[in-house]
């Protein structure tokens, strides 16, 4: 009888451990998390109005870069940035955002953003705009970065400057 008690203890403990491992997994997963994205917001938009920007502060602990984004409320999602050439200040599609190791990455208007064209319908204000950005880490590894961001007034952000 003793023989069988060992052999259901010993049934017992394999999936006990199994769910223990499991459950510690699911703890600290969101302690291994690379990157962080704070006070997120996108522009809203008037009717008939096709692109909006995403804005942001991106922080990744261990470096990387945004190498794409994708809405469902968009077409078309890019990574932007705003710079002078000739005197003018630019907007253009940027390849990838570096993410310096632990320092935020600020996307605001007037700099790096991300641009949402071809929109499917009108931002509202108080409307919650899904994103997803593609993070590459400096091992090559490419981690997806589910962001939920508000809509806020066209004059939010840095003196009404709207694209």
Partial sequence: ???????????????????????????????????TVQDAWVRATVPQQKATGLFASVTS?????????SSPVAEVVEIHEM??????MRMRAIPALELPAGKAVELKPGGFHVMLMGLK????????????LVVE??????ENVEVKA???TLNAGSGGHRH
């Fill in 150 to 152: 508000p809509a806020r």
């Fill in 61 to 69: 602990a261990k470096g990387g870069r945004v190498v794409a984004a």
């Fill in 121 to 132: 319908q009108q931002v509202k204000e108080g409307d919650t705009v899904p994103v997803t």
């Fill in 83 to 88: 710079a002078m050439d000739n005197q003018v």
């Fill in 1 to 35: 009888m003793n023989l069988n008690l060992t052999r259901a203890a010993a049934a017992l403990k394999a999936p006990i451990t199994r769910m223990a491992l499991v459950a510690g997994l699911a703890v600290s997963a969101p302690a291994q998390a690379q990157v």
């Fill in 137 to 142: 880490g400096a091992d090559g590894k490419r």
